[in-house]
């Protein structure tokens, strides 16, 4: 059974760190690509950042670089997400997705494996 399984959210006060993981089975890593989403309350879904899993290779949106980080533990086959100097506007529900591809990742409208997602407030 293809899973992805969403940890780390939480409550944390602007300016502090969380780290989400996502857990993926059932599917070969190296021949999808994971990507992280997110969706606040009113909003449209925002693909945020993710990562080729053959390539490596690492994509972000502008409204999370420099401040999140996405890497990956294929042994384990699970990703991560660290996010630093979180502000109240990242506040959102956090979702992992993948989709079967050995090239780029960064076409998000691919994605259709998807997990149960994760709560992250950020408080002021």
């Known amino acids: 059974e293809v899973q992805l399984v969403e940890s780390g959210g939480g409550l944390v006060q602007a300016g502090g760190s969380l780290r989400l993981s996502c857990a993926a089975s059932?599917?070969?890593?190296?021949?999808?690509?994971i990507a992280w989403f997110r969706q606040a309350p009113g909003k449209e879904r925002e693909g945020i950042s993710c990562?080729?899993?053959?390539?490596?290779?690492?994509h972000y949106a502008d409204s999370v670089k420099a401040r999140f980080t996405i890497s990956s533990d294929n042994a384990k086959n699970t990703v991560y997400l660290q996010m630093n100097n979180l502000k109240p506007e990242d506040s959102a529900v956090y979702y992992c997705?993948?989709?079967?591809?050995?090239?780029?990742?960064?076409?998000?409208?691919?994605?259709?494996?998807w997990g149960q997602g994760t709560q992250v407030t950020v408080s002021p």
């Open positions: 990562l080729s899993g053959r390539l490596g290779l690492t």
């Open positions: 059932g599917f070969n890593f190296d021949d999808y690509a």
């Open positions: 997705a993948a989709y079967r591809t050995t090239f780029y990742c960064s076409g998000y409208g691919l994605y259709d494996l």
